[in-house]
């Protein structure tokens, strides 16, 4: 197994788990399996091809590379079929969320700033590839998106992206480096998760 | 009328039901002429434009090709000014609305395989191409898609994408087999239709 | 200052503008910190990344050029710490979006044609590089868009864009023309406004 096969690898873990929670989120509002599989399939992919379509690398890999949609159907159909046995495992699921979302906004910042994104863009780019999925599930199931509301989600992704945008122009950005960084956005997810930490909201 | 003639008209015929479905839920929701006609565009063309970004043909058809967003506005203010008179159109409608499905799928499908995608992006390309004018029409009107949420209607899209699919990789696929494959997929949504099809809703 | 100064003050405006009005909902709508700034974002942007995306100019400016983010971003923090203040500020911020509005219209109209779009197709884009924003607002904070529910907003962008059209086709676009061009496109929605224009809503 090479380092590009662990990455695929690693890449398809988070495609599953985001499928999974779009899934889950489109059993609650009662979907019949073609919905539940498709809302699977945006939750996964929706922010790398969003990504992609950005930073114009046509066709997206969601469409260009079968093992990402195969993945996110299988494990929306998985949650369709087992869920009433999934409600015990929330604990395991936030975590893999959490490891999904370090995952993407490396690869994904990392992509833009490889197709010549500048610093800043290349940050929101990574950041919108972790959170887009999340995004487009909510508004497909007719809620206003979670991540806007509360919670310490899209910061952390945001702060990755900078931490990998610095380490890639200060020139210090091997495997290694990229690695860690997907495991202190995962780290500080979890963190925030487990003290309740949260943006503030407007005074009235 | 050579047959590229033929398959512009029957691709203007698609978008002109599909306006006209997206222009019906505009006046249900008491949107002004623009919001029908508007909702009505994007219902008929959203699919296409989806399509098109995703295989890297910009601009999209329904930008370049002034006869697409001419025919899908015109036909969202024929039902602005005459949809008191429609409902008796139910029938009707509802064949071509299958006919659009029908035709959007295998054009959708085709120009997929012809960008270049692999066989299992060019089907999910194909039938987004068919479901997405309507999917954009809901979220617009405020609703959660209904092709999320029962019947036979996404899934005849993706057996014809895959008929189709096949159909190319093996090598017969000239005009008369794509007409007959979008005749199948019309003749499946029709049954489904009338036989009340639906997919499965996960047990609670 | 050079006139290309001047234009890029002037979108910089309309972009602050436009994240100020997606940060006032996404507060009325209780989002976090996060939730306001991205949603204010996303307002001053999301026409101009539709845009981008249309007429394949990849990366987005919005992207491509840090200013225009810091831009968005800052505006809606500001909107975000003072907006008990703001209320008073009713008129001006009403002044400030048609001067928005007027602006993205022959910016984006400009863009497609000078991409290459056909007449109808660029006063598309032009008129959705005006309303994308607010579209978008309006679905992430969970409404009906407005600008397809009444007043006279989009219309007035879709004349403006014709205008700036015909002017291009017949050669007579200096920028002094474009310039009066904007001003009668935020013109005539101060008129809507104040008269109280509205597009007709379907009979019952």
Not at 139 to 152: A, K, M
Request: some cysteine.
């Amino acid at each position: 197994m090479t380092s590009g096969d662990g990455l695929l690898a690693a890449d398809l873990i988070g495609v599953a788990v985001f499928a999974a929670s779009g899934a889950s989120a489109g059993i609650a509002k009662r979907l019949d399996l073609f919905g539940v599989a498709f809302v699977g399939f945006v939750a996964a992919l929706g922010g790398g091809i969003l990504r992609d379509l950005v930073i114009g690398s046509v066709p997206p890999l969601a469409f260009a590379d079968w093992r990402y949609a195969v993945t996110a159907v299988a494990a929306a159909l998985l949650v369709f079929w087992l869920h009433p046995q999934l409600t015990r495992w929330r604990r395991p699921v936030l975590l893999l969320d959490a490891s999904g979302l370090g995952l993407f906004t490396v690869t994904g910042t990392i992509k833009a700033l490889d197709a010549g994104v500048p610093p800043v863009g290349a940050c929101l780019i990574g950041m919108l590839t972790a959170i887009g999925g999340g995004l487009a599930r909510d508004l497909l199931t007719g809620e206003i998106p979670v991540v806007l509301q509360r919670d310490f989600y899209a910061l952390a992704a945001l702060s990755g992206a900078i931490l990998v945008t610095i380490l890639r122009e200060t020139g210090i950005a091997d495997p290694l480096s990229m690695g860690v960084s997907a495991l202190l956005i995962t780290g500080v997810r979890l963190v925030a998760l487990y003290r309740r930490w949260s943006a503030p909201v407007a005074a009235p």
